[in-house]
């Protein structure tokens, strides 16, 4: 009996498994993780500017044969050639990638074109591929011209069933023109659209001498050339700058343009007149990758939050051609005010960034500067010519060995006929005897009996002699590198008239105009200026009337409650508001709530400490100085611009210990050089304000000494005037005191008792 086989034991999975370091392992599969996200997915190529999603896609409609000139098909038979043939990864992915290569306002040369919903500048996404159709335009014909002429390499396709371009040889600049933009591992790439005619102008430059200065390319080669249009407000200098080294940032404006207006000035600036002095802006362009539908809702909701108060209300009156409509809040309002403002508060001023980083023809990452970005594409360019040039002058001496055949064929042709027909094999027989080739001699088996004629053969000589005249111009190409670059620039012009300035797709569309220099902006400045009465009742609910109210005016309030404070100020002030505790608080006038009712308690609008009463009511002048004093004598001279806090917590200003209160806040007037203080136990003090030191801060100085009690008020005057006061009852009289020598001290002195009829609350 024979011995029974064992079967053979599973190997172990646990041997397969490697004992290495995590840190290392991680560090190498991340590494090659890097590189292929670099490599292969978020960097242009700078030979032809795409990235392989792009670049399969326009294959895969190449192959599909959507020229320009045939019939359009489904986006999904694209998507579906894509991601089965070349490109393994999601079919949204790659349906996004295509819908943008086809939005004329994401690209600047489209290079699909569309039929249906490809989505729209208001942000709105594209309609699903199976409801969409595409084909290929004629820059992406020219982008891919000469795949057939052995100008690049192929290779294998991820599943090795098919072959793929590396790059395309077109003489179409699609990185510069197109533009690209991608977030790699460690490294990015932003790159605008340009203008071809200009990109061109810039490359003959350089052909022409290849030691041109970069300020030279800068002549002609202007800067971006947006898709969308709008105005770049760089200046020359900045904009060359960020060329020169690869890097840097573009501010790109939005375009007033108004173009039913009748005045060439308003026209220009975006102003359309509409009678009784009333005007609009209008808006015709926007800046690049901005989604007009944000936009407007970005606007909407400034107007309601009240960041844009000169603003009425903005309308989208947009068709083929964007139309933004700004309506100002008053014919009173500065257009140029008006613009600023959006500039400043809205994405109608954006940054585009500049990031010159792309794959070389070693494929390596390397941010450019533009004369070296173009020196490398001119090199390409060349390298494609050469090697069209050299599959040309093996199609030639293919066809000549052809040609030489059958003329050797029709000069003895009685003979080739009676091989033909004698010999089971004439082949090797007319080899030997004619010295024909392989090649040749299959040929002439193959030809057919109609093309013995002797027209055929005179034809043969004309296209022999084509054929080596032709040979001849391209030996002298390949050798002589002053005629490659004079067929690159004829080429290149050629190019440029498809493209020129004239023509509708290569009319420049973003203006180049370095913005004036503008002052500080404001949002005090887009304040409507009008007249106000201010209220604050003795229970801290504010309010404002409008108009300038008589004193004493009958005005609504709480039962219990009645005016504590009452002002005259404009919509565009600041008012201060004084608290015992030595805090200053900042609130605009134009903040207010109205008149109508009781207002709105201040500390809603404040983060006052409840214990701190507001002591005074001020509105804010540029330049104006402050006497401050606290009850315990103490105080100092403040600028009043130290005083305005930028937060509801208000500032800090005078130091107060316990029990001590900020008691006196008084203006001083330009003229005034003297104090005068007097304290609870009624002695009066005069000295120099010049001994008072000008703080934003703290304690101050000691004004007046006492020995009970504390200060019960202070003022400022000018010693020559004298000292004034109110006189009791209702007649409102002031009563003046010429002669104030006797009580005029050092500052921290006693003082003595005031001049008779001084008023008994110790109140100037």
């Not at 041997?15 to 590494?31: C, K, M, N, Q, T």
């Not at 489904?74 to 939005?103: E, F, N, T």
């Not at 050798?479 to 690159?488: G, I, K, N, W, Y």
Request: glycine share 8%; net charge negative; charged share 25%.
């Amino acid at each position: 009996m024979p011995p029974t086989k064992t079967p053979e034991a599973d190997p172990d999975p646990f041997d397969a498994i490697v004992d290495a370091p995590f840190d290392s392992a991680l560090s190498e599969r991340y590494l090659v993780y890097a590189l292929s996200t670099i490599t292969a997915r978020s960097l242009p190529d700078l030979r032809d500017g795409l990235k392989p999603v792009h670049r399969r896609l326009l294959w895969a409609m190449r192959q599909l044969k959507l020229d320009p000139s045939q019939a359009f098909k489904k986006s999904a038979r694209v998507v579906g050639d894509v991601i089965g043939k070349y490109h393994p990864h999601g079919d949204q992915s790659v349906y996004d990638a295509m819908v943008r290569l086809a939005q004329d306002f994401a690209l600047r040369y489209p290079l699909v074109e569309g039929q249906g919903n490809f989505g729209n500048i208001d942000g709105d996404n594209a309609a699903a591929y199976r409801y969409t159709e595409a084909r290929l335009t004629k820059t992406a014909i020219q982008l891919m011209a000469g795949l057939e002429d052995g100008t690049v390499t192929y290779h294998p396709t991820y599943n090795g069933e098919d072959e793929e371009p590396e790059i395309f040889p077109g003489l179409f600049p699609n990185l510069l023109a197109n533009g690209s933009s991608g977030i790699a591992v460690g490294m990015a790439t932003s790159i605008p659209s340009h203008n071809v005619a200009e990109v061109i102008d810039a490359t003959l430059l350089l052909i022409d001498n290849p030691h041109v200065e970069h300020g030279a390319l800068m002549e002609v080669f202007k800067g971006p050339d947006f898709a969308t249009g709008g105005v770049v407000i760089d200046s020359a200098a900045g904009i060359a700058a960020a060329y020169e080294t690869g890097r840097g940032a573009f501010r790109v404006r939005a375009r007033f343009h108004a173009a039913e207006a009748k005045d060439v000035a308003d026209r220009d600036a975006g102003v359309e007149r509409l009678g009784s002095g009333m005007w609009q802006l209008v808006v015709s362009e926007i800046p690049y990758q901005v989604p007009k539908g944000k936009l407007i809702e970005q606007i909407a909701q400034a107007i309601a939050d009240k960041k844009l108060p000169i603003l009425e209300d903005i309308r989208d009156e947009s068709d083929a051609a964007i139309r933004l409509v700004f309506v100002p809040k008053s014919r009173n309002v500065d257009p140029d005010l008006l613009k600023d403002a959006l500039y400043r508060l809205t994405d109608l001023e954006s940054r585009f960034s500049l990031n010159l980083n792309v794959l070389d023809a070693g494929r390596t990452p390397g941010v450019m500067g533009l004369k070296l970005l173009l020196q490398e594409w001119v090199i390409a360019q060349i390298d494609i010519l050469l090697r069209r040039t050299q599959h040309r002058l093996d199609k030639i001496a293919a066809r000549l060995e052809l040609v030489d055949g059958y003329i050797i064929a029709f000069l003895n042709l009685d003979r080739i006929i009676e091989i033909i027909r004698g010999e089971d094999e004439p082949k090797p027989l007319m080899i030997a005897e004619f010295a024909l080739t392989d090649r040749q001699a299959e040929a002439i088996l193959n030809m057919r009996l109609r093309s013995l004629r002797k027209l055929e053969e005179m034809e043969l000589r004309t296209e022999h002699a084509a054929l080596l005249a032709e040979r001849d111009e391209l030996q002298k190409l390949l050798e002589s590198p002053a005629r490659q670059r004079t067929r690159l620039k004829r080429d290149l012009a050629a190019l440029r008239k498809d493209y020129a300035e004239d023509t509708v797709l290569g009319r420049r569309r973003t203006t180049i105009a370095e913005a004036a220099p503008t002052a500080a902006f404001s949002m005090d400045a887009m304040i409507e200026k009008e007249p106000v009465t201010v209220i604050l009742s003795q229970r801290g609910w504010i309010k404002a009337a409008r108009g300038h109210l008589a004193p004493g005016g009958e005005m609504k309030f709480k039962e219990g409650d009645g005016p504590a404070f009452e002002l005259h100020a404009q919509t565009t002030d600041k008012l201060l508001f004084a608290a015992a505790n030595g805090r200053f608080y900042t609130l605009g006038a134009d903040k207010l709530p109205g008149a109508r009712g009781f207002g709105e308690p201040l500390r809603t609008m404040l983060d006052i400490d409840p214990e701190a009463a507001i002591i005074r009511v001020l509105v804010y002048r540029p330049g104006m100085q402050l006497l401050l004093a606290s009850d315990s004598g103490r105080g100092f001279v403040a600028e009043a611009g130290e005083l305005l806090a930028e937060t509801r917590k208000g500032r800090g200003v005078m130091s107060v210990k316990p029990g001590v209160k900020l008691s006196v806040i008084r203006e001083v007037a330009p003229e005034h050089d003297h104090v005068a203080v007097v304290g609870d136990n009624r002695k009066l003090l005069i000295f120099a304000l010049s001994d008072m030191p000008v703080m934003a801060k703290g304690q101050g100085v000691t004004l007046q000494r006492y020995r009970d009690g504390g200060l019960a008020d202070a003022v400022t005057l000018r010693l020559e005037d004298g000292l004034s006061w109110t006189m009791g009852g209702e007649s409102g009289r002031t009563r003046t005191e010429k002669d104030v020598v006797m009580w005029k001290v050092a500052r921290g002195a006693a003082g003595r008792l005031p001049p008779s009829g001084f008023p008994r609350d110790n109140k100037f």
